[in-house]
């Protein structure tokens, strides 16, 4: 930019093309701060500094005054904004802390929307007085101001501006003991009548998920009347709070409940969201009309849902493309197309969205935050608590199917008091910490007890000690279970019990904390799903070997030692599976056994384990493939399936975000093409008719999405070393809060025996009376080594990890060790055996070679008698033979020396024929001739 804004005004590209800038072209920047503009570019431009007092609140007001038509209400309202506003926009920057920042003049823009919707003639006749008009103001004033603000903890500021106000206006006569948030102005008599009269009664659904269903109280009643009223004015609704607040089932509610000329479109985003990727999720509704213009299918309306607003990365500079994109929309009414640069002008759709204000970037842009109407959801008191879930437990026991008795049905008010105090305790006890960062307690842990709850029946529960038993259990697994270190769970365990006491002081906790304390769907054996006591340890091992045997009939052999911790972590994943919409986030260390009990709970649950299999290039398209199958396979087949993910396949980061989808909505952006969900949505019709639901499209996809999310179970194992998962939990919040966690923390010395023994017995070269004190012995040794790491960490602050699996490597080591120690000792035996058998063979055989040679030296003595026999004739014949062999040589000479004579005289007539051959020859032919 500092080119362009030169005097020679050029333009310089990335390609290094140069654009002159002509004249008549000037820049104008409307930015908040100049933190990302370097002096250079300071310099260059002029600094007009715009102080938001200067302009004020007044020049809005009358425009949107002059926009009404009544006389009577323009002078009035005149008036009223005149008399509240300077002093209430004053003090509510002030004094009260909202829960995220908000401009000044948004609270202005939400007054105007809401009294644009409550000024009616329905509700207001056009010769109304000025009293009328006033509380019809009033009510619309303390919600534009007040929505906003919470309770940080050590302040109520929504009953702090509630007695400023009633103070600063006294002339107002507010309902006795009431705040100003707690009334709404009824048109019948106009005058304040309290929330609570518009709370409808609750019937609890025996079908439907406990986490989707709602129970209103007052607080949810009005955000809901808000809601309304800014939804159908088209004003974008934020509602802001901490996670498990119930912001998220408050808004699918509402936008489940709207005309059939609305469609819906969630957005959940999270860490990875990109301007691009948000760009082309909000186009994938709309389609083309004429010219530029875009929009829903035919005269239907849109609403986008944006999940968790505040999750995706903020960039180096600030921003956020995401919200940047959002905001261009919402300011001018369209965005531009990525391809051909062109711009598509959006219509008939609008926005609501949720966020946490302690997640992700925790606040937004301020220039994005002024278009939405902000609610402040706080957690419900006390009292409105007890209103939700007295009614779901009462209309449980109330059942006549059920058959529970009296006393029991009395214990509801108890139980449901007790749940709550429980729930504050641990709230207060158990903060938040940077390891310790999953300790959050919100209405998504209750919900999760009074879930176990619902699962009793009267086979279950035959006595008011059975149900104390039930209580006891389910809230030690949805609060105990979750605890990361041992020194908390005792704790807990103390508050546990003091809070029983208090509270069911007519049951003896003996009977009550007899141990196995643990309830499941098996405990009359698998196959017969009903939520029962375990009777016994030796009962619950019975059944799960039986279990275990079964899965390794028909699966890869596991080879598990099912010690008391192990099967308490097996009862408490199928506790997770069998529940409605149960997703399970199991934490421990490698070799803790994760994995190998998930698929043992999920053969027992008769569901089907799937796993990813990495292979090279195996990215985000080959994770959306494998879960495209399973949505095929569990919303068109409804077969129960479980994705079980350890750390070792999330292979890039990216695959939480589609498991954080999976995890918070079900639904996963661009999963199917659109002719794969058009085939879905054929699939599932004829159902969608079977159930009594009309069968459009959108119906058609919430119930398969539905019945996904009812048989799709995720079942997350990873490892709490280092800061990892902290980080995920940070990024993808679905994974920490829409998911039960079990913590699985060392082993107990009871299971080290326990595993310990079961491989050393199979060797059966150790002596029976020595075994237990081996494994004693290797019990010790791994919790010294535990203890002693943990003195390392304190000391020199490096951390010594010991798993399940070094105490296995251990035990291997040892038998690797003795079998090897016992095969040299075996071969040496065996060796000395040899040796000595050959010494033995050996004696005998000289033995028997002696006594052959004393018979044998008898004949040798006869037999050299006749060899000197035999010897002296030989010598005398010998002697003849030398007498004749010397004749013999005497006439051999003689005969030498005639042969060398004969060869003379052989050789003289030889030379004597030669020499006479040619006479011979000449004669011959004289004879011839002569002839």
């Excluded at 390609?15 to 250079?40: Q, Y």
């Excluded at 939480?656 to 918070?664: C, D, E, I, K, T």
């Excluded at 959108?698 to 539905?706: R, V």
């Amino acid at each position: 930019l500092n080119t362009v804004m030169d005097d020679n005004k050029i333009l310089t590209l990335a390609s290094n093309e140069r654009i002159a800038v002509t004249p008549e072209m000037k820049l104008i920047f409307e930015i908040s701060n100049l933190r990302s503009a370097t002096p250079a570019t300071v310099s260059r431009a002029g600094i007009l500094y715009i102080n938001p007092g200067d302009l004020g609140w007044n020049p809005y007001v009358t425009s949107w005054v002059e926009t009404r038509e009544n006389t009577n209400e323009k002078a009035n309202l005149t008036l009223l904004f005149d008399k509240y506003i300077p002093v209430c926009i004053d003090i509510i920057g002030k004094r009260f802390k909202k829960i995220t920042p908000i401009p000044a003049i948004c609270h202005i823009q939400i007054l105007c929307s809401l009294l644009e919707a409550l000024i009616t003639p329905k509700n207001i006749p056009k010769d109304a007085s000025e009293e009328i008009y006033e509380i019809w103001f009033v009510f619309a004033l303390v919600w534009s101001l007040g929505s906003a603000l919470y309770h940080d903890g050590s302040t109520d500021y929504k009953a702090e501006f509630s007695k400023w106000f009633m103070n600063e206006f006294r002339a107002l006569e507010f309902p006795q003991f009431s705040s100003v948030f707690d009334v709404y102005v009824d048109p019948s008599t106009q005058q304040f009548a309290s929330w609570v009269d518009k709370v409808p009664k609750f019937e609890l659904d025996p079908d439907m998920p406990l986490q989707a269903c709602l129970v209103h109280n007052s607080e949810t009643i009005r955000i809901r009347f808000f809601m309304d009223i800014l939804v159908n004015k088209k004003f974008p609704v934020m509602l802001i709070g901490l996670a498990g607040s119930g912001k998220t089932l408050m808004l699918n509610e509402k936008l489940g409940q709207m005309d059939e000329e609305f469609l819906i479109a969630n957005v959940p985003f999270n860490f990875y969201y990109s301007a691009e990727l948000t760009q082309k999720i909000l186009e994938k509704p709309l389609e083309k009309k004429a010219g530029k213009n875009y929009g829903p299918p035919g005269t239907k309306k849109l609403i986008y849902f944006l999940d968790d607003l505040n999750m995706p990365e903020v960039d180096l500079y600030g921003t956020v493309g995401p919200h940047t994109l959002i905001r261009q929309h919402m300011d001018y009414g369209h965005w531009y197309c990525r391809n051909k640069l062109s711009q598509k002008d959006i219509h008939n759709v609008q926005y609501v969205a949720c966020m946490n204000p302690t997640a992700g970037s925790f606040t937004i842009n301020p220039r994005l935050q002024r278009h939405f109407a902000t609610f402040a959801v706080v957690f419900p008191g006390p009292e409105a608590l007890f209103t939700i879930y007295d009614a779901i437990l009462s209309e449980h026991l109330e059942n006549p199917i059920l058959k529970f008795q009296y006393l029991v049905k009395k214990m509801c008010t108890n139980l449901v008091n007790a749940t709550l105090v429980l729930h504050a305790k641990c709230s207060q006890m158990f903060s938040p910490t940077a390891v310790k960062f999953h300790y959050n307690f919100n209405l998504r842990d209750l919900s999760n007890v009074f879930q176990g709850m619902l699962f009793s029946s009267n086979e279950c529960i035959s006595s008011p000690t059975d149900m104390a038993r039930l209580w006891v259990h389910e809230t030690s697994r949805v609060y105990r279970d979750k605890l990361a270190d041992l020194k908390d769970i005792e704790t807990f365990d103390k508050a546990h019990k003091d809070i029983f006491k208090k509270t069911f002081d007519d049951i003896p906790e003996v009977d009550v904390m007899i141990n196995p304390l643990i309830f499941c769907h098996f405990a009359k054996g698998i196959g017969e799903p009903k939520y029962m006591p375990i009777p016994t340890w030796d009962n619950l091992n019975k059944i799960l070997t039986d279990a275990l045997k079964g899965y390794n009939e028909l699966n890869a052999a596991m080879d598990l030692v099912l010690f008391e911790d192990a099967m308490s972590h097996i009862c408490r994943i199928s506790r997770i599976l069998e529940s409605p919409r149960g997703n399970a986030l199991l934490v421990g260390v490698g070799g803790s056994g994760k994995q190998s009990l998930s698929r043992l709970a999920s053969y027992i649950s008769s569901m089907e384990v799937f796993q990813l299999t990495l292979s090279k290039g195996y990215g985000i398209p080959d994770l959306k493939a494998d879960l495209a199958g399973l949505y095929n396979k569990t919303g068109l087949k409804n077969l129960g399936t479980v994705f079980l993910m350890s750390d070792a396949q999330v292979a890039d980061e990216r695959f939480l975000v589609l498991v954080n989808n999976l995890l918070a909505s079900g639904e996963i952006p661009d999963l199917f093409t659109d002719d794969e969900i058009d085939n879905i949505i054929t699939m599932v019709k004829n159902e969608v008719k079977g159930a009594g639901i009309p069968d459009t499209r959108e119906n058609c996809w919430k119930f398969f999405i539905d019945r996904v999310r009812k048989t799709l179970k995720v079942i997350l194992c990873f490892s709490p070393v280092g800061n990892t998962l902290r980080v995920r939990g940070r990024k993808f919040p679905a994974v920490v809060n829409c998911t039960c966690i079990d913590w699985f923390h060392e082993w107990p010395e009871e299971a080290l025996m326990s595993v310990s023994t079961k491989f050393l017995d199979q060797e059966e070269s150790i002596p029976q009376e020595i075994k237990k004190s081996i494994c004693q012995f290797m019990s010790f040794v791994h919790q010294s080594v535990n203890d002693m790491s943990k003195v390392y960490a304190q000391n020199d602050k490096r951390f010594n990890y010991t798993t399940p699996k070094s105490f296995l490597e251990l035990i291997n080591l040892y038998r690797k060790v003795l079998n090897s120690k016992n095969t040299e000792c075996t071969n040496q035996i065996v060796r000395l055996e040899n040796g000595l058998e050959k010494l033995r063979v050996t004696g005998v055989q000289v033995d028997a070679l002696k006594a052959q040679l004393a018979i044998q030296e008898v004949e040798l003595a006869k037999k050299n008698a006749e060899a000197d026999h035999l010897i002296h004739v030989v010598g005398v014949e010998t002697e003849n033979v030398t007498q004749e062999k010397k004749s013999a040589d005497e006439e051999k000479v003689k005969v030498d020396r005639i042969n060398i004579e004969v060869s003379i005289k052989q050789k003289d007539c030889a030379a004597d024929l030669k020499k006479a051959e040619p006479a011979l020859f000449c004669c011959t032919r004289s004879i011839e001739y002569t002839q």
